[in-house]
Every structure is written in structure tokens, then in C-alpha cells.
């Protein structure tokens, strides 16, 4: 299961202490996890595995500027390509994955895979 909520990395950087910027993460990841489980009861207990990324986390390792999630950049990120989606300068070469729009993430890669098989299909007139 992959879930986020929104969160700015300013917020992340303002922990100034490797204790604090842990205990963030274990009452963020508290809160989703009790509202998921009004869906799904005892997820909690029923967790093998967790693991909290940050907007510093997703700077760090996968590079978009200030570890954004958000659907629509302010600026242009340097891991995205320019508009219109999924374009490169090469005729007919299409890019698709966590390197393009809406950036990391597997609900993001799918979303990726579907905008350019629409800009394939847009492009054979289809």
C-alpha cells in the first residue's frame, strides 16, 4: 500500500534534530494510518512493514525540487520534461515513468504510462 498526504518541505527542514525530524515521521505516519483504517480495520497491527518518506526524502533520492508530490509545478522541475507530456525532441520518442509527470510513485508511474499511450494515440490521429 502506498499512501502520502500533502506537505511542504519547509516544514521538514524546520526539525532541527535527527529526533525530532523521527518523531515527525512517526506521528504523520500515525495520523494516516488511523484514518486508513476506518477503511481498514487493524491495519496497524496487521503491518509487517513501514516505511515514511518526506518531501526531504524524496529530494534526496529521487530529485524533484523541494520533494514534491504536487499534480502541477509551480517552475519547471528538473526531472520532468517539458509540456505536453511524455515529448522528447526526437520525433516519435516518448518517455514514460517516474522521471516524468506527476514524478515518484507507483500511482504516479501508472498515471505516466496512461497520459502517454494518450499522446501516442493523439499523434496517430487515433
Not at 512517526?26 to 491495519?43: D, G, M, N
Not at 520532468?80 to 522521471?99: E, Q
Request: glycine share 8%; proline share 7%.
Amino acid at each position: 500500500m502506498h499512501t502520502f498526504t500533502p506537505a511542504w518541505i519547509t516544514d521538514w527542514q524546520e526539525l532541527t534534530t535527527t529526533k525530532k525530524y523521527e518523531q515527525e515521521k512517526e506521528q504523520t505516519a500515525a495520523k494516516i494510518i488511523q484514518r486508513l483504517e476506518k477503511i481498514f480495520p487493524a491495519l496497524d497491527a496487521s503491518l509487517d512493514y513501514l516505511e515514511v518518506g518526506t518531501p526531504l526524502t524524496h529530494e534526496r533520492f529521487l530529485g524533484p525540487i523541494d520533494g514534491s508530490y504536487r499534480p502541477i509545478p509551480n517552475g519547471k522541475l528538473r526531472v520532468l520534461l517539458g509540456m505536453p507530456f511524455n515529448r522528447t525532441a526526437i520525433p516519435n520518442l516518448y518517455c514514460v515513468g517516474d522521471s516524468t509527470f506527476p514524478v515518484q510513485g507507483l500511482n504516479a508511474v501508472a498515471f505516466s504510462g496512461f497520459a502517454c499511450a494518450h499522446r501516442i494515440a493523439v499523434d496517430l490521429g487515433l
